[in-house]
């Protein structure tokens, strides 16, 4: 792959549209399980379905998916949809289902006590339904509009306590750190999965986001991680579990090693994060084209090796700047895309959010990578969401003549 410039290749284009012509709307037969690489259906035989996902945010301190002030929650997920996303990955603090003091709080008096009156107001007028529910009911409530919405749901704890992710020192980078107790995580994330068991919408759980900091080893990495991965399937044994690894989700290198050990199968997807500045300025300064076939050879090995092994790797998060003048995220992007292309990769957008309720202190925050504009009403950059439909229909995998990708009924 050395000095290759990815792109997407025109031809694909028409593949992609033909293969949603030839599909013939069967509904997907859920849970979701993992066939070699791909993650297949409940099916005879496990027909593909590949994760096209947008990533919507609940981690923050209000602990409410973002938007909900905007627009009525059915509207957001309409948008998610008509983009031609097929999943969220929507984000979750520890403490939502672990900290009672905070969890049975209405959302009203969530903003309340950040002092947010105008956000509780705007959230009152657009969702009436959800401003005096308990957070956790109110989260609920999102995942049930988006399986109403055919949108399939991936929970990923993101953090401990709720705030913005993430650096080296808040604490929450790596088990035992300050606000990374392994024994509440576990119990947080086995209450969460006993939440959603019998939910079809909820099809994986992300175990832990952007493991990081001074203190990560692999040696508690493989205790910590296999324990969180049994404590979800015991508790839900129908949705994917979904593994992160060291470095800021950056590096699985490990596992060419030494595997994980589980007492299940057919229900592990690896994740991993590829940003445009996680190579600091490294498009904008070199060629593209040998940026391009260093980085992406890295990422193999320290990711990529996984689907020669057999495990279906999960992109889950990756973004670029939609103002457009970003020559570092515009090089990181075609790269990234084709990436996507030439393996057919699962992956999660960062992010849908077009504003934040409150970031880092800052209210109402306008997010730079967000699909969305600060309103939430209209695109950043319609010739990005059009950029990346390329990437959102399968065109590798089991039965993908039958099912396309547009064809999931979610039965909630």
Known sequence: MANKHYSVPSFLLTNYFF??????????????????????????????????CVNLVSHLEPMVAEGLSKLPIETIAEKIGSMGFNCVRLTWPIYLVTDESLSSLTVRQSFQRLGLIDTAAGIQANNPDIVDLPLLQAFQQVVSTLCENNIMVILDNHITTPGWCCSNDDGNGFFNDRYFDPNLWLTGLTRMATLFNGSTAVVGMSLRNELRGPKQNTQDWYKYMQQGAEAVHAANPNVLVVVSGLNYDKDLSFLSNRMV??????????????????????????????????????????SGFLLEAGYPLFFSEFGIDQGGGNLNDNRYINCFLGYVAEFDLDWAYWTIVGSYYLRQGVAGWSESYGLLDRDWVEPRNRSFI???????????????????????????
């Not at 590829?274 to 060629?287: C, E, H, K, S």
């Not at 959102?392 to 990708?405: A, D, S, V, W």
């Open 19 to 52: 293969l949603f012509l030839l599909s013939s709307s069967p509904s997907s037969a859920f849970p979701l399980s993992t066939s070699s690489r791909w993650i297949v259906d409940d099916a005879a035989g496990g027909r593909r379905v590949k994760l096209a």
């Open 261 to 302: 050990k589980l007492s299940f199968g057919k229900k592990l997807v690896f994740e991993a994060h590829w940003y445009g500045f996680t190579d600091g300025q490294a498009w904008a300064d070199g060629n593209a084209n040998e940026v391009c076939g260093r980085v992406s050879g890295n990422m193999k090995r320290m």
């Open 386 to 412: 059009e950029r990346i439909s390329a990437v959102q229909m399968p065109f590798r995998g089991n039965h993908i003549r039958e099912t396309g990708l547009f064809c999931l009924r979610i039965s909630c």
